[in-house]
């Protein structure tokens, strides 16, 4: 049998794959499978002790198990490691890929002290490229215990909540129902906003627009004032059409626009959701990709740091590419959280300034996310824009109208978006329409042509989308990098939510609260306030940084913890009263007894029918979310929102399958057919 030199172990195959090619005939990588051991899944897995003479102190031992692959796995490893002189730990520069170094090591040696061994050497590089990984091969070190404690303690405190206050909420709200840690505060927020647009009152307004001539130009002119009843509107516009109108006064400034910082885990996460309409999971999951293929850095980070190396490598890049007026003299620098500073991540970025073109059909998601990063990237060093606006103020009587246009006299970082279409989704570009006004004088009379009148109303609050949730996660420092994705795929597929439908070209879907999922926010309001509370929350992801940069130990943390939660845990499950669940009827009497209603209950699998005198009456009917429209193929059905075995959303004919109508987006009233060159949902 051949003896390798080395041994280096990761986590994923495809990592392997390309970590192999970069290395010569010396060394062998293998791949863990993710974890190799786990807490179990069917019970808590927690040894739970009072310390004896310390009061609120306790000892938390969890108890790690593997599955029969993750001991085969171990197994395999275990047989190659004793052919090699080193074995190089290369998992994922994170707390959670600490916490795999570190399990492996352990199964491989069978004891905590001897994982500083010579023979184990825990190597860390954020981008797999051949400088990268030579780098790390040179610089080995031990692994990083807090790193490794800040995880147990995260997965630990998780699992404490999710097991304790589960159970709770299948005897006061309903079998099946599960809690957790930060995805209950993202349900908390997402509750709570649904509230504030109930509550809120649209406030009529009216906006004035004049069209005027100024030396054959035309200027269009927006009143400033505040007009909010129709009578004031009308009053308004018969002044405005028997008045002159004067230029009052007109100012000029410069500016210079500074590009967004390169991306983070959740901007990337944000602006993929606004321009590409993808959920936070689909983004990681090709992040993960890309990453893993050599093609951007690690992609689970908060920092905008930038290596050197690659300052550089993209200054010469913008100079070769766009002259050298476009490049800047030193660095830009971009602030990073102090509390990640020790965990010396980069920002998201593409580890070469080629501009990769993806061949491959399945790639073509790949191609997106990756123009995203590289943009972004080159962007993020490349000279500031310069310009100016101009606002021009006109007089007309008693009222005062204005203008206000845009000059861009340096194209500076938006040169790299240039062939991009501007949108007002992207933080990273300009949002304004770039009008150019008229050269016009102080004291100029311009020429009535047009008046139009507005009635309006003032908008409450949004609710949530991937996007707008992850930004208020991070901005109340609730969650981090690996987090956000897997807490808004939780709350989606407990059915504490859902996405709305939004008609046809409108993009990004919103968060809407079930019945279900309001029933178990309030339940965890009223009685385990703390465990939702948006400060309390924060407060204990900062104490888990602590513990990754070795301020603080772990047990201590979890034990003020456990104390007043554990104490909580009693006095609700004697005295919290049962949540009802509120139902939707759908105003029909059963079909079956005919005396109950009709109603929608939220399932294992989904929304279904049921007759409200259940279970005396045991009617079950498949729901069917209906849009208000008629099917234009047969003109009998009605045009209802279904989902693809892969969970995508599509439009069909409620009398499928006489009628087999089928659309990928949202039927107009004029539109029922399958929309082109996208072909009917399977």
Sequence with gaps: MVKYMDLILVESPTKAKTLTKFLGDGYVVEATMGHIRDLPTKKI?????????????????????????????????????????????????????????????ELLKGSKSQITNHKFQRIVFHEITKHAIDEALKNPKNIDMPLVEAQQARRILDRLVGYKLSPMLWKKVRRGLSAGRVQSVALRLIVEREREIGAFKPQEFWEILVMLNAQDSMLKVKLTSEIKSQKEAEKTEKDLLNTEYRVLNIEKKEFKRTPSAPFTTSTLQQTAANRLGWSAKKTMQIAQNLYEEGFITYHR???????????????????????????????????????????????????????????????????????????????????????????????????????????????????VYEKQLMTTNDDSMTTNDNLILPDLKEGEELNFISLEKMQKFTQGPARYNDASLIKALEEMGIGRPSTY??????????????????????????????????????????????????????????????????DKKWIPVLSEFWGPFSTKLAAVGDTAERVKIEVESTGEKCPKCKEGDMIVRIGKFGRFLSCSRFPECDFKGNYQNKTGQKCEKCLDGDVIIRKTRTGRTFYGCSNYPKCDFASWTRPSSRDGGTTAGQGKPK
């Design 45 to 105: 897995g927690i040894k739970i002790e009072q310390e004896s003479g310390r009061a609120g102190g306790y000892k938390f031992e969890p108890e790690y198990m593997q599955t029969a692959k993750q001991k085969q796995r171990t197994d395999e490893i275990k047989k190659l490691s004793k052919e090699t002189d080193t074995i190089y730990l290369a998992t994922d520069p994170d707390r959670e890929g600490e916490a795999i170094a570190f399990h492996v090591a």
């Design 301 to 415: 980070t908060d920092s905008t740091n930038i290596a050197v190396e690659a300052t550089q490598m993209v200054k010469e890049f913008i100079v070769d590419s766009f002259g050298k007026e476009y490049a800047l003299e030193t660095p830009r620098l971009y602030k990073t959280k102090d509390k990640v500073a020790q965990e010396a991540h980069e920002a998201i970025r593409p580890t070469s300034m080629q501009t990769l073109a993806f061949s491959v059909q399945e790639n073509r998601d790949q191609q997106k996310l990756y123009d995203l990063i590289w943009k972004r990237f080159v962007a993020c060093q490349m000279a500031e824009v310069l310009g100016s606006t101009t606002t021009v103020k006109v007089k007309a009587g008693d009222y005062l109208l204005q203008a206000r246009g845009e000059t861009i006299n340096f194209m500076g970082w938006q040169k």
């Design 485 to 550: 994705a897997p807490t808004i795929s939780t709350i989606l597929d407990r059915q504490y939510v859902e996405k709305e439908d939004l008609p046809a070209g409108r993009q990004g879907k919103r968060f809407l609260p079930t019945s279900l999922g309001i029933a178990v926010n309030d339940f965890l309001v009223t009685n385990f306030s703390d465990i939702v509370d948006y400060k309390f929350t924060a407060e204990m992801e900062e104490k888990l940084d602590d513990i990754a940069n070795g």
